[in-house]
């Protein structure tokens, strides 16, 4: 029986992936994904995990392809730089089963410390890059991706934005038939997979055979497509920015991308020569624009269309035509109010107390990051999942003292990429303190679960990790535990450990304040 639902992109890639028949999701949460695989778990006889980070995740699912079953991986775009020592020589090997990696860019930078495109990272390892522009394609899209996976025996690359992601439209799709589980043969020949000088030269060469295969591919596809309309101009573009000029420009002629790597020149060469003016509307960076033009194909794009935040058929519409932006959304703005720490958020303790003591603090990634702003202002960098440790690490060899030094980290970040650090420090017999914000979640992305604390993504009871033990095993010696809510002994506490030598860690422990019941 045919349904008709309003589903988010993020819900529609899910559906698209059961679908499809993947056994396995793995993933990492961060915004705008997080529900990708949230969704998918939700769907009997499958198996979906939250794993420690995004390269773990990749490597898993790269094993379930290997056994000859379907997988997805679900990641932001920032998480692709994790994962990315594993997807690059994955197309070298190829895959078994088919393997889609699920990259959602952030435009914008609604959640993100940047607005990297990742469209640049699936042609820079020569995977295919497919991209839907609305829920119904991202259900359709990520079904064709694994058949084009094991067709070309490569990983593809599902890129979708913050505006997919997460806004809605009607999806139709029938479940009444159970999806088949495609499943082949487990098979690992060794000078295929195992990557040793002698077998990665060989599968180079197969790798640049399949490019010329999928840019014959990209001129047949029905991913890419054209809509006919008047040609005084037209456009090319793909993903939102499709739907932001069918609004500013309704009856254009437009050449509509689903597969951006590798583009299909002849077909849109063919295009160009009917338009009188050609312009490319894409977010951020001008890739289909540079891509065209280093092929011979003149446009135009970023000279008209901004190279920063996200795109809407306002600002797509002046920058064409080159009239003022209308303020039809200015209209409707309400008064900016800064992102604060909850009320009762855990960590206001720790950096109420890291600001009286005037300390130079590095961050990292999480809902904590807030402390550097008032009533705190008391951290000093953030750049990367897992990098406060190093940087403190850094700026103390560099000759600062380090008791006015203090890193600090959250418990879902530091099992991410944060125990590394720890290792290096102790091995190199630094000296520096660390506080571990453990709120007993990943709390900025919508409280999931990780590796030291809580059940499992299916509900499953999780064995968590001991992060004092694990602290111990790796050589800290002065390690403590102290809610940081007890205010009087936090302090003194970090008073006391800034004088120790060696490696020391606090571990600030109070569950976040949304995760608590009351009454």
Request: charged share 25%; net charge neutral; with cysteine.
């Amino acid at each position: 029986m045919v349904e008709k639902k309003l589903l988010s992109g993020d819900e529609a890639i899910a559906l698209g992936a059961y679908e499809a028949g993947v056994a396995c999701g793995f993933g990492y949460p961060g915004t705008p994904s997080t529900e990708i695989l949230e969704a998918f778990a939700t769907f009997k006889d499958v198996y979906a995990e939250w794993s420690i980070n995004e390269k773990v995740a990749l490597e898993n699912a790269t094993g379930v392809s290997l056994a000859g079953s379907r997988s997805i991986v679900t990641m932001k775009h920032v998480g692709l730089n994790v994962a990315l020592d594993a997807f690059m020589t994955l197309a070298y090997t190829g895959i078994n089963g088919g393997l889609v990696v699920a990259s959602a860019d952030d435009p914008g930078m609604h959640s993100s410390q940047n607005e990297q495109d990742n469209r640049y990272l699936g042609k820079f390892a020569n995977v295919p890059v497919i991209e839907p522009s609305d829920s119904s394609e991202a259900r359709t899209f990520t079904k064709q991706a694994f058949e084009i996976s094991e067709r070309f025996d490569l990983p593809v690359l599902l890129r979708i934005t913050t505006r997919t992601a997460h806004s809605g439209s009607i999806v139709e799709f029938d479940l009444s038939n159970k999806p088949v589980k495609p499943k082949k043969k487990m098979d690992i020949p060794w000078d295929k997979y195992v990557m040793m000088p002698l077998n990665a030269k060989k599968r180079r060469v197969v790798l640049v055979k399949k490019q010329e295969e999928l840019r014959a591919f990209a001129e047949i596809t029905e991913l890419n497509h054209e809509d006919a309309g008047e040609t005084d101009i037209g456009f090319i573009t793909s993903g939102v920015s499709y739907q932001y000029v069918r609004e500013a420009f309704p009856g254009k002629a437009v050449f509509k991308l689903g597969l951006l790597n590798p583009l299909p020149l002849k077909r849109i060469d063919s295009f160009v020569s009917r338009v009188k003016k050609v312009y490319v509307v894409e977010e951020v960076e001008p890739y289909i624009e540079d891509y065209l033009n280093a092929a011979g194909i003149k446009v135009e794009g970023k000279s008209k269309i901004p190279l920063i935040d996200e795109l809407n058929p306002d600002i797509v519409r002046s920058g064409i035509l080159g009239t003022k932006q209308s303020n039809t959304l200015e209209a409707v703005k309400t008064p900016g109010r800064p992102p604060q720490l909850c009320p009762d958020c855990g960590h206001r303790g720790v950096f109420k107390v890291l600001n009286e003591l005037k300390l130079t603090v590095a961050g990292d990634i999480g809902c904590y990051t807030l402390g550097a702003l008032p009533p705190f202002s008391a951290m000093h960098t953030c750049i990367d999942m897992g990098s406060s440790i190093n940087h403190a690490y850094g700026i103390i060899k560099a000759g600062e003292p380090s008791d006015k030094v203090v890193a600090v980290i959250g418990d879902s970040t530091f099992m991410h990429s944060g125990i590394t650090g720890i290792a290096n420090a102790v091995y190199n017999n630094g000296s520096m303190l660390t506080i571990i914000l453990d709120n007993r979640t990943t709390a900025m992305t919508g409280r999931q679960p990780h590796a030291a604390a809580g059940d499992t993504l299916q509900g499953a009871p999780g064995h968590n990790v001991d992060i004092e033990a694990l602290l111990h095993a790796l050589g800290v010696m002065d390690v403590a535990v102290v809610d940081p809510f007890d205010g009087k002994n936090l302090k003194s506490l970090v008073e006391e450990y800034l004088k120790k030598q060696g490696v020391r860690v606090i571990i600030a422990r109070r569950p976040c304040a949304l995760m608590v019941k009351h009454g």
